[in-house]
């Protein structure tokens, strides 16, 4: 189940970010509060959408940034961040982003579930516009 992931401190609800840079700095962030990450976690996922390109935006105005868990993952957890405004990170189908769903997972196997239990949610479109709307974690987290 998806609150096993995501508890109502790990939800962002109209945070400021000027870059994809910024976006995943504040998922870091929540990740960094929840205890979920070293701060070296944060780097590590910029650096593999660098490396990488866009591939964590995985649906229109939706990106997963993540790292592996020997980049410093201490807990597996889920972080949502919904943006004032929706930032460019170089996807050619799913820009601009306005949802940053940040994942910290220790194992492969938490990973999956983690995933697993996001994409049942993330595919629900009535779930995902309520999501979008909220003005605050609360109203976030009662979609969840």
């Given amino acids: 189940m998806i609150t096993d992931f995501i508890k109502e401190d790990h939800i962002r609800v109209g945070v400021h970010a000027d870059t994809w840079q910024e976006a995943v700095q504040e998922s870091g962030k929540v ?7 070293e701060s070296r976690y944060i780097d590590a996922m910029i650096n593999k959408v660098i490396e990488l390109g866009s591939y964590i935006v995985i649906a229109p105005g939706i990106a997963m940034p993540h790292a592996r ?21 170089g996807h050619e189908k799913n820009d601009p982003v306005k949802l940053i769903v940040g994942l910290a997972a220790v194992d492969n196997k938490l990973h999956l579930e983690a995933l697993a239990a996001l ?3 993330l595919g629900n479109d009535e779930k995902l516009q309520g999501i979008l709307e909220s003005k605050t974690a609360k109203e976030v987290y009662d979609y969840l």
Avoid: S
Avoid at 69 to 89: C, M, S, Y
């Fill in 31 to 37: 990740l960094l509060e929840a205890n979920a990450i």
């Fill in 69 to 89: 868990p020997e980049d410093g993952a201490k807990k597996t957890a889920i972080t949502l961040i919904t943006l004032d405004q929706g930032v460019p990170f």
């Fill in 119 to 121: 994409m049942e949610l």
